[in-house]
T-cell receptor, first 108, second 113 residues
């Protein structure tokens, strides 16, 4: 099963860090972990990806567990514009499979 | 640089009518995908293509047909629309490598009455 497991929703206050977890216990050794987010009424957009090492970019950080069975997307300072649905997917086959993702609510 | 463009963005159909959604990408990507998204749901894959002239079924292919005659275009057809096909449709494309990110269009909102 290529799907991942994420909490349905999470809440945060503005300017606080947010840690969004993802479980991918059946991941294979060559699968990458990708994160996307979907703002209201828009298509999903790429956030970050990684294989084994932690990754940073201008949008977020990705922490991957040593056994690669889970990962965490870190938004260092949440803003109201970060309110979106965040999807964690495995990327290693032709067919990227999306679950329902985590709906992030950011309070002012 | 347009990325992934979907047309039309909105459409209302009557039950039994047919229509085609067009997805065009200008990034020379090999892979293209059609997803549907229903309220409160994630994205479900309808059909996908791994290259020009190829198509394959995804998770929810019934009632849809696709064609990829040109590498840059991926068409999604509804031969006889049903109310259950009311949804938002997203097209995506990606390069061939596992690290390649998916690029999504803005979506096409279809209502079948």
């Amino acid at each position: 099963d290529a799907k991942t497991t994420q909490p349905n929703s999470m809440e945060s206050n503005e300017e606080e860090p947010v840690h969004l977890p993802c479980n991918h216990s059946t991941i294979s050794g060559t699968d990458y972990i990708h994160w996307y987010r979907q703002l209201p009424s828009q298509g999903p957009e790429y956030v970050i990806h990684g294989l084994t090492s932690n990754v940073n970019n201008r949008m977020a950080s990705l922490a991957i567990a040593e056994d690669r069975k889970s990962s965490t997307l870190i938004l260092h300072r949440a803003t109201l514009r970060d309110a979106a649905v965040y999807y964690c997917i495995r990327r290693g086959s032709y067919i990227p499979t999306f679950g329902r993702g985590t709906s992030l609510i950011v309070h002012p | 640089n347009a990325g992934v463009t979907q047309t039309p963005k909105f459409r209302v159909l009557k039950t039994g009518q047919s229509m085609t959604l067009l997805c065009a990408q200008d990034m020379n990507h090999e892979y293209m995908y059609w997803y549907r998204q229903d309220p409160g749901m994630g994205l479900r894959l309808i059909h996908y293509s791994v290259g020009e002239g190829t198509t394959a079924k995804g998770e929810v292919p019934d009632g849809y047909n696709v064609s990829r005659l040109k590498k840059q275009n991926f068409l999604l057809g509804l031969e006889s629309a049903a109310p259950s096909q009311t949804s938002v449709y997203f097209c995506a494309s990606s390069p061939i490598v596992y690290t390649g990110e998916l690029f999504f269009g803005e979506g096409s909102r279809l209502t079948v009455l």
